[in-house]
């Protein structure tokens, strides 16, 4: 398997937290539960294509195109990702695979996040998203450094022009997802890597959450899950 340097050096993190510079910013379980804003990442990686970029209040920083206005104002924390540049919003602009969209998981845009498990076993994923057009409401998940089937093709088609949690895998038959089927299964205690990969450019991400119960968040969600040292 082909494993990234970031990905290398999130490895070592997790085995030792020496590794971490000070403010690197660490999250662990606690009852069942992950909340984790979408910003407060390690690293981000193979980007040259597309990227994240921070939005807040102030700055709505990012390459052209970008027609969306910042929605940090309604944002948990008042901050938010965005992957851009933003070249298809809708069906009737070109689709080009490997640059605006991508339905293989880990291809384009990856965001890493290093989580502490006291419990291991399945966890649904949660993420909350801002979905304006009809091309700009996927993304996929994965553990580390693997991508499984489990984790690909997250799909939002309800809840549109405002923040909305969602949790459902687009299929063949339903274009528009099945719940319970995004989910990632944790084998161990201890570290874990969490990662989120590009399936389709514009997608705003706000804030996700992994959860043994198969639960709607209410509102922005509950307060991040910081790693307590």
Same mark, same amino acid.
């Given at each position: ?9 999130? !490895? ?7 590794? !971490? ?20 990442? %390690? ?5 040259? %294509? $597309? ?23 309604? #944002? ?50 949660? %993420? $909350? ?42 299929? #063949? ?14 084998? $161990? %205690? ?19 959450? !992994? ?8 509102? #922005?969600?509950? #307060?991040?899950? !910081? $790693?307590?040292?």
């Amino acid at each position: 398997m082909c494993v990234n340097k970031l990905h290398l050096f999130l !490895l070592l993190c997790i085995c030792s937290s020496s590794f !971490l510079p000070a403010q690197t910013p660490l999250f662990e379980e606690r009852d069942g539960i992950v909340v984790v804003e979408a910003e407060h990442f %390690v690293g981000q990686s193979i980007d040259n %294509v $597309r990227k994240w970029y921070q939005l807040d209040e102030t700055v709505h920083e990012g390459p052209k195109p970008d027609i969306d206005p910042s929605h940090a104002s309604s #944002a948990s924390g008042k901050a938010y990702l965005e992957i851009l540049p933003d070249t298809r919003t809708n069906h009737s602009e070109k689709l080009i695979p490997g640059e605006n969209f991508t339905n293989s998981p880990g291809k384009l845009a990856q965001l890493h996040y290093l989580v502490y498990f006291h419990h291991p076993g399945k966890y649904y994923v949660w %993420v $909350r998203a801002y979905s304006t057009g009809s091309e700009d409401n996927g993304i996929h998940v994965g553990l580390d450094g693997e991508w499984p089937e489990s984790g690909q093709r997250m799909q939002w088609c309800q809840g549109k022009n405002q923040w909305t949690w969602e949790s459902k895998q687009r299929t #063949a038959e339903k274009h528009c997802g099945v719940p319970e089927q995004i989910y990632l299964d944790i084998p $161990r %205690v201890g570290w874990h890597e969490i990662t989120f990969s590009m399936r389709e450019d514009g997608f705003e991400f706000d804030k996700w959450i !992994l959860s043994k119960e198969y639960k709607l968040p209410e509102g #922005a969600g509950p #307060a991040e899950t !910081l $790693r307590k040292f």
